[in-house]
């Protein structure tokens, strides 16, 4: 029994040491996992845990795809060679017993693409003197791809991505599903959804998808739900005929139809009369007053004359009801000078104002900015320049004012009255012509320079008739004004002149200098 025990334990032994020696460190392959026809492949062999080794050896295996290109080591010592032919090669009398850390370099030769892994293989072989300390083999699977892929038609995966498989190599591409502009397979009405689908170009995959409901309603026409009255509103409606929806809107009310005025009570010379109207349509009664018509005076006496600031008194015996009676006379000026009067609305001006109206002559430089300023548009007119004035300071009319000017002889009822704003803007105004021709009236809010003119035949209505207003914009409105003007028509003159000249001096050197070249050539 002890025999047996001890023959036991002998053999435990050696196998121990045995086991040891070979397994002090192992080697490892590293290196990619796929390579395409034609390319190299390079894998190193990396040993750890592996000490005093005073030789090592290793041998290549790998499949039919490959074709050894070099093997080479990566430590130096006695013995450096590898042989092709056999896929094997040795070191020895190594300068360190270390080998650890790369050991050895293998490149390879893709010839030919599979659809099957490729095995390669190294076995490393290390020894301390005739003792071995290491046998490993460490292999890898590689993938050889063709150079240029061989595929087939995608196939559906799933409803995002569809595949496709070389049919040498087996490489499997992935891509996503592309969908072409779908197919309406139901239609959406303000009712239902519908549906669209939609089919990939490449595998003919398809998905469909819900297509909202349209706002497109097949409506009826308007009916009358409520009728309106002269002074409600009604309503109406119309129904979908797809999905019943209905619309309702108002209607505006029509408005009282109203007859003629009739005369319930006659006015006076001083009292108020009415008046009143009925609807057809609701017989509601609208009623009215009658102005009073006012004393007609028989020879009339004004006790009190108008002024540009007071209203003036007229008295007399009214020819209408008999009776003696007083009447308001507006507000009145007239300029002697110039014959233009003024009938300002009572409280246009304050007590003491003074109207100083000054014709614009041809002797005057302000003259030609008139003429230029009216173009083509009048070839005879006369111009004002008018101005108020209160404690020496030039003021602006309160209230809207009635100006009458004079026609001037010869002119006949074709003229208007124009707003001169500058030498290139003269703005026509709304004007009334009195019915004999002899004067033409128009109403301002404030006072510039203004021109009566005959219209010339050449302008048209769009070169005469720019838009009518009574002016809400101030400009420079004094005499004053109108003189400061004048010198800026002087001035832009003798600029024109001084440009013109310099022209002139600039053409006849351009001149001179051409003349000597021409000398010269």
């Not at 030769?109 to 046998?135: C, E, F, H, P, Y």
């Not at 779908?182 to 239609?187: F, L, P, R, V």
Request: glycine fraction near 6%; charged fraction near 25%; charge should be neutral.
């Amino acid at each position: 029994m002890k025999k047996i025990v001890s023959l036991l334990i002998s053999v435990i032994f050696v196998f121990a040491v045995c086991i040891t020696a070979d397994a002090e460190g192992i080697a490892e392959l590293n290196g990619n996992t796929s390579v395409s026809v034609g390319s190299n492949i390079e894998f190193t062999v990396t040993v750890n845990g592996c000490t005093e080794a005073s030789s090592v050896a290793v041998s290549v295996a790998f499949g039919d795809g490959f074709e050894l290109v070099s093997g080479s080591w990566l430590k130096s010592g006695a013995i450096n060679t590898f042989d092709k032919a056999k896929n094997k090669g040795s070191l020895g009398g190594l300068s360190s017993p270390d080998i650890n850390g790369n050991l050895f370099k293998l490149v390879l030769r893709a010839k030919t693409a599979s659809a099957n892994m490729q095995n390669v293989s190294v076995n490393v072989i290390a020894k301390k003197d005739a003792a071995g300390i290491l046998n490993y083999t460490a292999s890898k699977s590689v993938k050889i791809n063709c150079a240029s892929h061989t595929f087939g038609g995608y196939t559906n995966i799933n409803s995002a991505n569809h595949s496709r498989t070389c049919s040498v190599c087996g490489t499997v591409e992935t891509n996503a599903h592309t969908w072409n502009g779908g197919e309406t397979i139901k239609t959406a009405t303000c009712k239902e959804t519908g549906e669209k689908r939609f089919t990939c170009t490449a595998c003919n995959a398809t998905k469909t998808e819900v297509v909202a409901k349209t706002n497109n309603h097949t409506y009826s026409a308007w009916t009358q739900t409520k009728a309106p009255t002269c002074t409600d509103k009604g309503s109406e409606s119309r129904t979908c005929s797809t999905c019943r929806n209905t619309e309702t809107r108002e209607v505006a009310a029509s408005g009282h139809k109203f007859g003629k005025w009739t005369e319930t009570k006659a006015a006076t010379c001083t009292d108020k009369g009415e008046k009143e109207r009925k609807c057809s349509k609701c017989d509601t009664v609208e009623k009215g007053e009658i102005n009073p018509l006012g004393n007609d005076f028989k020879s009339p006496v004004i006790i009190k004359k108008p002024t540009l600031t007071e209203k003036g008194i007229e008295e007399g015996i009214c020819k209408r009801c008999g009776e003696k009676a007083q009447s308001e006379l507006p507000c009145f000026f007239k300029d002697e000078a110039t014959d233009v009067v003024l009938s300002p609305e009572y409280g246009a001006f304050k007590q003491g104002t003074e109207i100083k109206i000054e014709v614009i002559k041809n002797d005057n430089s302000f003259y030609e900015t008139v003429k230029t300023a009216l173009g083509d548009k009048s070839e005879e007119f006369i111009a004002y320049d008018i101005s108020a004035v209160l404690n020496n300071v030039n003021i602006e009319p309160d209230k809207p004012v009635t100006v009458t000017f004079k026609i001037p002889d010869g002119y006949g009822k074709n003229v208007a009255v124009f707003y001169i704003k500058d030498e290139s803007d003269a703005e026509k105004l709304e004007s009334t012509v009195s019915e004999d021709g002899s004067t033409v009236s128009v109403t301002l809010t404030h006072f510039s320079s203004y021109a009566v003119a005959k219209l010339s035949e050449k302008a048209s209505p769009s070169a005469t008739a720019k838009a009518d207003k009574s002016t809400d914009e101030k400009p420079e409105t004094t005499k004053n004004s109108a003189k400061r003007n004048k010198p800026i028509g002087i001035i832009i003159l003798i600029t024109v002149i001084i440009l013109l000249i310099a022209t002139a001096v600039i053409l006849y050197l351009k001149t001179n200098r051409y003349n000597k070249h021409d000398l010269i050539d």
